[in-house]
């Protein structure tokens, strides 16, 4: 087994991070990476991608004539507001990353975007590429990683409530619907008198991600959000363990990061990606591990694209940029930096991702595990052009009621208030 631990640096550490680094590219002609004169290119990201100064710097044993610069922005939505104020007009990094839930959106101006060449299209899963894909055929994003789901938990505090620790033991236990998750959570705060989960929003997003059409119709993409009963269920569920069993604190907050190392909570919903947020938020806890379970079957939460803006100055050499950090051999590499687990073809049968363990999280098989969790997975939820805005409004509403600052019924009030002025 590759026992290697999944290295991840702290998610914010400030509001934005720049690094300039001498790169190199794949080979290309005139004004590409490969090209004798000098080349700056910018990339821009938000979390962690798994792209690393080491990762980087490979490029640039290949085409030490480029130099680029990344920028990492705080959070997605900072990212994304600079996105879409930018696109079109000037301001964007040479390469800049877009997170799935905003894909519907860009996709209404695939026409800024630099096409991503016709002989890479079956390098990636395939709703990967179907939602890029704009209605003309044009595949306007680089795939970079999926998120398949497990739960993971401090087994510290499982052992100190009493319950099972082993993390093929915890899956049995878990396996089941959310009404068995939060069961197990009533036995947690029982024994212990302390949160079981993080907070309604990261538990809410889990479950509404098994939903096949949440906020909008798939046929013509009217809101249906406020009238589906699915979505009451869902928010009322939630809410009602959180009260309970949740530790009120909004994930991404400074008082969530230090949840995760001070046993705020024992239990979180955990994509491949979020495995590298806990361990370089909480690099001195021993008892982090994951379980290869997810409540109602599974599920897929987060992935992302590289975008190339079609006005830049450096496109060519962009596109070889793109390419190459979306590769299945680097894609690989990605995974072990951040455990942004790959959405190649390729890339999954890859041994170096089959074998690949975790050392912070007890050296779970992590590789096997996100495969299976992968695999599982039996909807892809359809995200119209206003999915991102309703599920951020839907964020904000579970925030409100957790705090204290408006009832549940308050809330949903003001949520669909803020909903139906979108239509």
Same mark, same amino acid.
């Given at each position: ?81 600079? /996105? ?119 538990? /809410? ?80 806890? !021993? ?111 579970? !925030? ?24």
């Amino acid at each position: 087994m590759n026992t290697r631990a999944l290295r991840r640096t702290a998610l914010i550490a400030a509001v934005a991070s720049t690094s300039a680094l001498v790169l190199a590219g794949c080979s290309g002609a005139g004004g590409s990476a490969s090209g004798d004169g000098e080349v700056t290119l910018t990339i821009a990201t938000f979390n962690d991608f798994g792209y690393t100064d080491a990762l980087l710097q490979e490029y640039m044993d290949a085409n030490p004539n480029v130099t680029i610069v990344h920028n990492k922005a705080a959070t997605s939505n900072e990212a994304r507001e600079n /996105y879409f104020q930018k696109l079109g007009k000037t301001g964007l990094a040479d390469i800049e990353a877009i997170e799935v839930d905003w894909m519907p959106e860009v996709m209404e101006y695939a026409d800024l975007l630099a096409p991503v060449p016709d002989d890479l299209k079956s390098r990636w899963l395939d709703y990967k590429v179907e939602a890029a894909t704009s209605p003309e055929g044009q595949l306007v994003g680089y795939g970079t990683d999926i998120g398949p789901e497990g739960v993971c938990y401090r087994s510290d505090l499982f052992a100190a409530a009493g319950l099972p620790t082993d993390r093929a033991e915890v899956a049995k236990l878990l396996e089941g619907d959310w009404s068995t998750y939060f069961a197990v959570g009533d036995q947690y705060v029982a024994a212990t008198g302390k949160a079981f989960f993080d907070s309604a929003g990261g538990t /809410y997003q889990g479950a509404i991600n098994q939903v096949e059409a949440a906020y909008e119709n798939p046929d013509d993409g009217s809101i249906t959000a406020t009238g589906n009963p699915e979505v009451r269920d869902i928010y009322d569920e939630v809410l009602e363990a959180s009260a309970t069993q949740s530790a009120h604190l909004g994930q991404w907050s400074d008082d969530w990061f230090a949840g995760l190392s001070n046993g705020a909570f024992a239990t979180m919903l955990c994509p491949g990606w979020m495995l590298g947020v806990i361990e370089g938020n909480a690099p001195e806890v !021993t008892g982090w591990d994951i379980a290869n379970v997810f409540p109602g079957g599974a599920g897929n939460w987060g992935g992302s694209y590289l975008t190339v803006p079609a006005n830049g100055e450096n496109v060519e050499a962009a596109q070889e940029l793109a390419d190459w950090l979306t590769d299945p051999e680097t894609q690989v590499k990605a995974f072990e930096n951040a455990g942004t687990f790959p959405s190649q073809v390729d890339a999954l049968s890859a041994e170096a991702l089959t074998s690949s363990t975790n050392a912070y999280f007890n050296d779970a098989p992590v590789g096997e595990m996100l495969s299976e969790r992968a695999q599982a997975v039996e909807v892809s939820p359809y995200k119209g052009q206003f999915y991102f805005q309703i599920n951020d409004a839907m964020q904000k509403a579970l !925030t409100r009621v957790e705090d204290g600052t408006q009832s549940a019924a308050d809330s949903w009030q003001q949520w669909a208030t803020e909903v139906d002025a979108l239509s």
